[in-house]
C-alpha cells in the first residue's frame, strides 16, 4: 500500500462514489476533488513529498489545464512557487484558476507536447523541478495508488474500473495498485489522440504524438515510460470514442446524471453507453474532472445530439 503524506490527505479530499442507475454502475466523482480534477492528488503527493530545499527552487510543469492547476493550489498552501506551461489552446476556466492560486503562466504551442518540451527547457535554464503530470512516480502514486485505495475502501467487492488514458499516469497508479489483487483495469480515450493505445500495439512508449486536435484537451499528448510499463503489464483493453460520442456524454452527464463533466472525463461515459462494457455493482467509472469551460458546456446542451 502507497503511503500518502499527511499534508497531501489535509489538502485534498475524500471523494463520493455515485450509483448511477442509468448507466447500472458506479461512478467515483474526482470531479468534486479540490481544483476539480484527480490531478490535485498527485500534486498534493509530489510537493508533500519533496523537501525544504527542493520547494525552495519551484517548480515548474507542462499541462493542459487540470494538473498546473492542482499544483498551483498545492503550491500556494505550501509556499512553492509554481510556473505552467500551458499549450495556446488551453481551457478560459483551467488558467483563470491556475492565476487564482498565483500560478505563473507560459502559454506557447499549439499542442501539450510543444509546452512540455519548453517546460522542459525552462526548468534547466532556471534550476527548478520539472513535475510531469503522468511519468513520475509520486504524481502516479497519488493521482493513481491512492484512488485506487479509496475505491476498494469505498466498494469492497470492486471487480473492474474503467479509466481515461491519455499520458497514462492515473491508469498506471490504479493498475499497479489494484490488479495484483485481481481488479480489471481499462482504459479509454479520444481516436483523434490515442498514444497509449498505440504504444502499447507498438510495443513503445511514443513520448510524443502527433495526433489531432480533440475535445480532450487533457488526454492529448504522448506517453511516458513509467506509465507505459505500468498499462502495457496490467490493462488489456483500451477502448476508443469519437468526438460526437464524447460531446453526447457530457450532455448525457448533464441531463441524465445531474454532473458537470469535462470531456476529457466524459469518455468513460460514452463507452459505457454504447454497450461495450459490461458494467454492474462490481464496476466503477473513474470521473476524473469537471472543469470545461461554461459557454461550451451551453453551446453542446443546446446543439442535437450525434445520436438518438
Not at 500518502?4 to 471523494?15: F, G, K, M, Q, Y
Not at 498552501?77 to 510556473?83: D, I, K, Q
Not at 503562466?105 to 512540455?116: P, W
Not at 502516479?140 to 495508488?145: C, V
Amino acid at each position: 500500500m502507497v503511503r500518502i503524506p499527511e499534508i497531501a490527505s489535509v489538502l485534498c479530499r475524500r471523494t463520493p462514489l455515485l450509483w448511477a442507475a442509468p448507466l447500472g454502475c458506479y461512478l467515483k466523482l474526482e470531479s468534486m476533488q479540490r481544483t476539480g480534477s484527480v490531478k490535485m492528488r498527485g500534486a498534493a503527493v509530489k510537493l508533500g513529498r519533496m523537501s525544504a530545499m527542493d520547494r525552495s527552487s519551484g517548480v515548474i510543469t507542462a499541462s493542459a489545464g487540470n494538473h498546473g492547476l492542482a499544483l498551483s493550489c498545492a503550491g500556494q498552501r505550501l509556499g512553492v512557487a509554481v510556473r505552467v506551461v500551458m499549450p495556446e489552446s488551453a481551457p478560459r476556466c483551467k488558467r483563470e484558476g491556475i492565476s487564482s492560486f498565483g500560478g505563473e503562466i507560459i502559454r506557447h504551442g499549439q499542442t501539450y507536447d510543444d509546452a512540455e518540451k519548453l517546460g522542459r527547457r525552462l526548468a534547466t535554464l532556471r534550476d527548478s523541478l520539472f513535475v510531469s503530470s503522468f511519468d513520475d512516480s509520486d504524481v502516479i502514486d497519488g493521482n493513481g495508488a491512492w484512488l485506487g485505495q479509496e475505491i476498494r475502501e469505498q466498494c469492497p467487492k470492486v471487480k473492474r474500473i474503467v479509466v481515461p488514458i491519455g499520458g497514462g499516469g492515473t491508469a498506471a497508479g490504479l493498475a499497479s495498485e489494484l490488479c495484483p489483487e485481481g481488479v480489471e483495469i481499462l482504459g479509454v480515450s479520444p481516436m483523434l489522440n490515442c498514444a497509449m493505445a498505440e504504444s502499447c500495439q507498438l510495443g513503445r512508449a511514443l513520448t510524443e504524438y502527433p495526433g489531432q486536435r480533440t475535445v480532450c484537451e487533457e488526454l492529448e499528448g504522448g506517453v511516458g515510460w513509467r506509465s507505459y510499463r505500468a498499462v502495457k503489464r496490467y490493462i488489456e483493453r483500451i477502448h476508443l470514442v469519437s468526438e460526437e460520442e464524447v460531446m453526447d456524454a457530457v450532455v448525457f452527464a448533464y441531463r441524465k446524471l445531474g454532473l458537470i463533466m469535462e470531456p476529457s472525463a466524459a469518455v468513460v461515459i460514452a463507452a459505457a453507453r454504447d454497450g461495450r462494457l459490461a458494467l454492474d455493482d462490481t464496476s466503477v467509472l473513474v470521473i476524473t474532472g469537471g472543469n470545461i469551460d461554461s459557454d461550451v458546456l451551453h453551446r453542446w446542451l443546446a446543439a442535437p445530439p450525434h445520436r438518438s
